[in-house]
């Protein structure tokens, strides 16, 4: 995992989450009228960063997560690969609240990241993120803060969310889809080019134990075809 200047790995997923949870209040739907904007408005960061996670994943727990990258041209950006993700939840100070042992990946791409002490929400956004955010800024040329700002920007001012209904054991449940487009508006859109159209989702439910569903960060090609490189962490039931 990356520094941002002196800290830790650790430390930077942390104020990573905190930076994007501090701004994440996030209007959406103006234009359809104040009942239709009041039901879009969603506080993305509150929702991955903060509130009791852990309801349905007592400790004990391992929460699993298989993680995919897919590539359009290998030769031009990081080749793809599959692995896992898995949180070991140990008990923390209080009920709702866990100690995370993380496991990011277990082949050749192994990292480490953590642990989380003592907190109520799954850090696999964070994680995510901050390893996307690596990968990006080196593709680019940038900085990994300039990049994070504007994640948190794009989830303060042009977040949507909607219902979405989520496969979970033999039937659904229902969850909502958090959808952020954080570069269109960028003033460095035209270095970024193709890459200024990267898409976060993030699909969430109460129903699924540590509450995340899946990050689904997806950067489309311009004709149309494969995208030029998705991202995919969906979670695995056990």
Do not use: W
Not at 79 to 99: H, I, M, S, Y
Not at 208 to 237: C, N, Q, S, W
């Amino acid at each position: 995992m990356m520094e941002f200047g002196k800290r830790t790995a650790r430390a930077a997923v942390c104020a990573l989450a905190l930076a994007l949870a501090l701004g994440a209040v996030v209007p959406a739907a103006e234009a359809a009228g104040p009942a239709a904007s009041a039901a879009a408005k969603a506080d993305v960061g509150e929702v991955l960063f903060e509130g009791e996670h852990y309801l349905k994943a007592p400790p004990g727990t391992v929460l699993k997560y298989g993680f995919e990258r897919s590539v359009r041209d290998p030769d031009k950006v990081k080749p793809g690969f599959k692995d896992v993700v898995e949180l070991t939840l140990e008990p923390g100070e209080a009920a709702a609240k866990r100690n995370v042992i993380v496991t990011l990946f277990k082949g050749p791409q192994h990292r480490a990241a953590g642990p989380f002490d003592n907190v109520a929400f799954n850090p696999t956004a964070i994680l995510m993120l901050e390893l996307h955010l690596g990968d990006f800024a080196k593709l680019l040329g940038g900085n990994p803060r300039y990049f994070k700002n504007a994640i948190r920007t794009g989830m303060r001012e042009a977040a949507s969310a909607e219902p979405v209904k989520i496969k979970l054991g033999t039937g659904e449940v229902d969850g909502t889809q958090f959808t952020v487009r954080p570069y269109v508006n960028d003033p460095q859109k035209a270095r970024m080019a193709a890459f200024s159209e990267t898409v976060y989702r993030f699909t969430v439910s109460p129903e699924v134990p540590g509450l995340i569903y899946e990050i689904r960060i997806t950067t489309p090609a311009p004709d149309g075809g494969a995208p030029l490189v998705e991202e995919v962490t969906r979670y695995v039931e056990n």
